[in-house]
């Protein structure tokens, strides 16, 4: 139980700290901005320049990958899953997958980072990679790596949070 009381924290503190970065423009659009949106088996690519978003949707799922930065977002969703994918800052990837009912976000706020999220079983997945810093959430659990890393799951109820040398986990 303490287990999952720590990942909703790290969770609404993952959304929040995201939520804030992106409201104060540390991730502004340029001229590169890329939308990817599906649902319902349908899949959208857009290239242009060094950037690309890529969402593809099963039936009764929905993807989408938003890429305003100068590097790659890809959502994938199926079987009633919900995929978002934010990558705001150049040579970084978003990355997010959901299935069975599950709803994943990656969002990229720092250049140089990875953020991966695979949500599944109707639990929440969310990573958010700052600078230098690779974030992962799903199946087995979490990981946080580099400058600033920051990931949840709720179905395993594990979370991390890596900001230089604070290391935080369960």
Known sequence: MRNHRFAV????????????????GLGAADAQANTCSASNGHEVQRIQGLSGCGARAGAGSTARAEETGGGTAVAVSDK???ANAINQQPGSSALSGATTGGTSYAITTGPKSLAVAQARAGGYSVSVGGWGGQA??????????????????????????KY??????N
Not at 9 to 24: H, P, Y
Not at 137 to 158: I, L, M, N, Q, Y
Not at 164 to 169: A, E, H, K
């Open 136 to 161: 992962y959430s799903g199946g087995p659990g979490v990981r946080c790596a580099g400058g600033f890393a920051a990931a949840a799951d709720t179905t395993t109820g594990k979370a991390c949070l």
């Open 9 to 24: 924290r790290a969770l609404v503190l993952a959304i929040g700290g995201a939520g804030a970065a992106w409201g104060l």
């Open 80 to 82: 009633g899953g919900h």
């Open 164 to 169: 230089g040398s604070i290391n935080l986990g």
